[in-house]
């Protein structure tokens, strides 16, 4: 049988074919209908924790640091003390040790916060 051959039995039949074409549509519509709305997701979530400790132990050794100079800044402070002249406003101590955290510290942080 040639396509010329089947399209010419289509045409031949063309009612049969029409209503089957129609009930199959109303079936699936009326079916569509009737039955109760039902919705589903799925996710998969990849969860890396390694990140975070790298993270966290960059952290501790950076506050290691800056502890480790914050006494070597102490100390040579007391070594240079002299007694009788008091230090107005912050000590040398005290602002090296604001700039340390500030320096070691904020680029972890702006790193969490960013995400990276």
Sequence with gaps: MSLHQYLLALRARFGVFAALLL???????VVSLLLPKSYRA???LLVDKKDEQSLTDLLHKKLEEVDAIQKFLKDHEKANK?????????????????????????PLYLRILIGH
């Design 23 to 29: 009930a199959s549509v109303v079936a699936a519509t």
């Design 42 to 44: 799925t996710v998969s």
């Design 82 to 106: 002299k007694e009788d002249k008091k230090p107005e406003g912050m000590s040398t101590f005290q602002l090296a040790s604001l700039f340390m955290v500030f320096a070691l510290v904020a």
